[in-house]
């Protein structure tokens, strides 16, 4: 019987790992979830008879090793941060690897070393990155058997609470990994428009937004995800003049969020003394100028941020709970670790309410024999408000169904791969469609 080991039992995970199991007995393999919290990962298995939940601490190599050499496929459902380890083993014990976080470097490294182990490591496979990449590529080898040329390539994600409920000032949940909410710019940004290439910086990423409609939804702001140049190659998109990969959230987040970035608080380098004992007002206070007896923290954050003492900005870092005198009671030792625990605190998705995942593609096409035309694509699907969450599914899905190829034969490619080869796109997103998670397309001709 063929051995499915998940590693990860979080926010990301409950729809795999249901998915994985419900198949297990017509699919003819057992399922093995690891988390460093046994108890969720009990919680995940439930007491299904082809699956098990153990205790697993990804630092503690011994076990991780002997974990990873008893699978055939193992899903890396951990933090990005991790992901290198996994690789290593999975490509030392001769295991398939499938990874939602991106590809770096040091897996990208690995493809010789995995081709001739006979291994595949497949990056980038749940919403986004993921179903995105697969979209798109279908959309780019669609338009290239037509003769057409794509001359400029937009795609932008999101995962927001759905519209028309009642949530919080931010009007934002967390559905994933908080820990990539409170980092996500952490190296910056860099894109392409109209032929130039625009860096953007770490500290200002939360500035360099713009607006986008998305249909069925309305207006939404965008910011840039991480290196957008990147995929050029990936995608084959050598020629465009504009590369943009874009996050999506309502009006208001970003203005908010870059003064916390401004501040320093997304640091996972210096540590902070007694940190569970401190209130969240002394931390602000350290990452404020130095106070000889001046005004109240509040003018004084207000106005080293540059912004209302009064103003919106100003309210949701009250309510967020920045300037309280309540102790964090943070288990680590960072400031963004303390934003991660207060994120899941203050924006959880509360019950009743439904969260609503988004893709959307634009890409200007160019033809030989007929107008250039725009080509915008669609993706949204909302959660259960008493079930699974839309990212949960969206993220789960497409990843249980690599393994489904996998060990099926159906998957031959091998090395260190993202989803962009039609072997990998094509029957996952037809399977997707059958389960209703299917993207609109509208073209139009431009002048």
């Not at 919680?43 to 990804?58: K, M, N, Q, S, W």
């Not at 401004?262 to 100028?289: D, K, Q, W």
């Not at 207060?342 to 107008?371: A, F, T, W």
């Not at 993706?379 to 996998?406: D, H, K, Y």
């Amino acid at each position: 019987m063929k051995h499915v080991l998940v590693l990860g039992a979080g926010k990301s995970s409950p729809y795999l790992i249901h998915h994985l199991l419900q198949n297990a007995e017509a699919g003819g393999w057992r399922v093995t979830v690891g988390d460093v919290d046994e108890g969720l990962a009990r919680e995940r298995v439930g007491d299904h008879p082809r699956g098990e939940a153990t205790r697993f601490d990804v630092n503690n190599e011994a076990t991780r090793s002997s974990l990873i050499e008893s699978a055939d496929v193992v899903v890396n459902m951990l933090g990005p941060m991790y992901q290198d380890l996994v690789a290593w083993d999975c490509v030392s014990h001769g295991r398939h690897m499938l990874s939602v976080s991106y590809r770096d470097q040091a897996v990208r490294d690995l493809a010789a070393d995995a081709e001739r182990k006979g291994v595949l490591l497949l990056c980038e496979l749940g919403l986004d990155p993921g179903i995105d990449h697969m979209s798109a590529m279908q959309i780019i080898d669609n338009v290239r058997r037509e003769g057409g040329k794509i001359t400029a390539f937009r795609s932008y994600g999101s995962g927001v609470p759905a519209p028309g409920q009642e949530t919080n000032p931010l009007q934002y949940v967390i559905t994933w990994n908080p820990r990539n909410v409170v980092m996500a710019a952490e190296n910056g940004a860099q894109y392409m428009e109209d032929g130039s290439i625009k860096c953007v910086p770490w500290h200002h990423v939360f500035h360099h937004t713009w607006h986008v409609d998305v249909d069925g939804v309305g207006e939404m702001e965008a910011y840039p995800n991480r290196d957008s140049l990147s995929y050029m190659q990936s995608f084959g998109l050598e020629d465009v003049t504009t590369m943009i990969r874009g996050t999506l959230r309502y009006p208001g987040w970003s203005e908010t969020w870059a003064q916390i970035v401004r501040l320093g608080l997304p640091n996972e380098h210096l540590r902070i003394t007694g940190l569970a004992e401190r209130t969240y007002r002394e931390v602000i206070e350290m990452f404020l100028p130095l106070n000889h007896a001046g005004p109240p923290i509040e003018s004084r954050l207000a106005r080293y941020l540059g912004i209302s003492p009064t103003g919106r900005i100003m309210q949701n870092l009250k309510w967020l709970g920045l300037l309280s005198d309540e102790p964090t009671g943070c288990r680590g030792d960072t400031a963004a670790a303390m934003m991660v625990e207060l994120l899941e605190k203050k924006l959880p998705l509360g019950e009743g309410v439904r969260d609503l995942v988004i893709l959307l593609h634009s890409m200007d096409v160019e033809y030989p024999d007929r107008p250039a035309e725009r080509v915008t694509s669609t993706f949204t699907s909302e959660g259960q408000a008493e079930g699974f969450t839309a990212m949960a599914i969206s993220v789960g899905l497409p990843t249980a169904l690599a393994v489904r190829l996998l060990l099926d034969g159906r998957l031959t490619l091998r090395g260190s791969q993202i989803p962009t080869d039609p072997e990998i796109y094509e029957p996952i997103l037809k399977e997707l469609e059958k389960e209703g998670l299917k993207f609109k397309e509208k073209v139009e001709v431009l002048g």
